[in-house]
């Protein structure tokens, strides 16, 4: 079974691979077909369906800054030399390689639970450092457990993008709902955090069981390989000109600890004031003052985050295409046709699990990390006001359902594959049966609960 779902996988990835272009050319198509569906099927004409778009376009704009902040601010936290030290301590614990790919694997999807930033890249150098230390460990499968974070656990964690802009205050969707969704009614719901354990605990013991039970079996790296792998740290930077003045500011620890030092005053007048809550704005507040506060120097800091920024391009071009659909949905009363529809597609009790798939085969298509939730959340929000279902599992099964298609879509592995100098279909096997594992545990969990 194992040997036929790879080769399905294989399949669906060649397919992918040759016939689905860049998510940003698939966000301007969608961005037509919306306006083609509007003008087909609700009374708006094409100059408002146009205005509806434009107005609309910078709908997500505070949005998108904040997911570019967690990514930047997880990638420079992950990138601090205390941080790497730590990682290159974890490294050494595990005693065998089989240990060692299951150590791998809860660790990235520990970590991406905590903040999918710094869990992708945190995951990354791990599995690195435990090849240069293990150089028996089969490589392939060490470097597929370091995507399971990404692949499965995400967007039920921390910084999963719907349900913390679901909590935000003043965000685009609160007069919908009638008010935010506290992260206690998502993340911090025993459903979300028994499914998250469940899912967790089930690909440990994933990585753990589909290890290669022969050595000749496992994927080796050859010397050169691995050689290429091993990068020394790099040297720490200082003030290029202007002498013990400029070496103080620039090179020293001064202001990044300062930073962090009001991050942290912050928090706790937050909390003895009683107004501390998981929003994304609090969640990046804390993480840019810790990504600062970890580095040996402002020009440390300043190195690090020009590296991380070539991340968030992505996420800085296709948001506006989002937004503007959702302008188009709204205006247009679309969404109130699309949710009639899924009302009738669906009972109050099968609604949740038609929602979590509906938004995997999306995502397959459309990695978009969060941001399609802007054209769906109207319609799927509408749908569940009519069946009686919490907004609150709503954004739970949207949220896993946009996460568990990213195992088997390459475009989030392709930084780690590019570390990892393997190809996306060297994986795939592996990834698959994550896929199906998470889809299995996920689609009873929200038939039953």
Same mark, same amino acid.
């Not at 990638?75 to 595990?94: M, Q």
């Not at 911090?188 to 605990?201: C, E, R, W, Y």
């Given at each position: ?18 016939? $689905? ?7 301007? /198509?969608?961005?037509? +077909? =919306?306006? #083609? @569906?509007? !003008? %087909? ?65 809860? $660790? ?7 903040? /999918?930033?710094?869990? +992708? =890249?945190? #995951? @990354?150098? !791990? %599995? ?78 994933? +990585? ?242």
């Amino acid at each position: 079974m194992t040997a036929a779902l790879g080769r399905a996988a294989l399949s669906l990835t060649r397919l992918s691979e040759r016939w $689905v272009p860049s998510a940003f050319v698939i966000a301007v /198509w969608l961005s037509f +077909a =919306v306006m #083609a @569906a509007a !003008l %087909a099927l609700t009374p708006i004409g094409p100059a408002a369906a146009v205005k509806a778009w434009g107005d609309g376009l910078w709908a997500l704009a505070s949005f998108a800054m904040h997911m570019c902040l967690v990514l930047m601010t997880g990638a420079v936290i992950a990138d601090a030399p205390v941080v790497r030290r730590g990682l290159d301590a974890l490294a050494g614990v595990p005693k065998t390689d089989r240990g060692a790919v299951a150590f791998s694997a809860f $660790v990235a999807m520990v970590s991406c639970w905590f903040h /999918w930033g710094l869990g +992708a =890249v945190a #995951a @990354a150098f !791990l %599995a690195r450092r435990i090849a240069l230390k293990r150089p028996g460990v089969d490589y392939r499968l060490l470097t597929a457990t370091a995507y399971f974070g990404m692949g499965a656990v995400w967007h039920a964690g921390l910084s999963g993008s719907a349900p913390l802009l679901m909590a935000t205050p003043k965000n685009f969707l609160e007069a919908q709902v009638g008010g935010v969704i506290p992260t206690s009614e998502t993340v911090f719901a025993p459903m979300n955090l028994a499914l998250t354990a469940a899912v967790i605990a089930a690909l440990t013991a994933l +990585a753990w069981l589909v290890y290669p039970a022969r050595p000749e079996d496992a994927y080796l790296l050859s010397d050169e390989a691995r050689a290429r792998l091993d990068e020394a740290p790099p040297e720490p930077l200082g003030a290029q000109t202007g002498g013990a003045w400029m070496a103080f500011w620039e090179g020293g620890r001064a202001v990044p600890l300062s930073l962090g030092a009001l991050g942290a005053a912050y928090v706790l007048v937050d909390w003895r004031a009683g107004t501390f809550s998981l929003t994304l704005e609090k969640l990046n507040l804390v993480f840019l003052a810790l990504a600062v506060a970890l580095h040996r120097s402002p020009a440390d800091f300043g190195r690090s985050a020009e590296k991380a920024a070539g991340l968030v391009h992505g996420i800085v071009l296709q948001f506006p295409l989002y937004a503007g659909m959702f302008g188009v949905i709204k205006a247009s009363g679309l969404d109130k046709l699309l949710g009639e529809a899924f009302v009738q597609a669906a009972s109050a009790k099968t609604f949740p699990l038609v929602v979590y798939w509906y938004s995997a085969v999306l995502n397959y298509f459309i990695p978009s990390g969060g941001s399609k939730w802007a054209i769906e959340a109207p319609y799927l929000l509408e749908a569940a006001k009519a069946l009686g279902v919490p907004a609150a599992k709503v954004v739970l099964a949207y949220s896993w359902g946009d996460m568990v298609t990213d195992a088997i879509q390459p475009f989030w592995c392709i930084p780690l594959l590019a570390v990892a100098r393997l190809e996306f279909k060297e994986i795939l096997g592996y990834m698959t049966l994550v896929f199906v594992v998470s889809g299995v545990l996920a689609s009873a969990a929200f038939l039953l609960f």
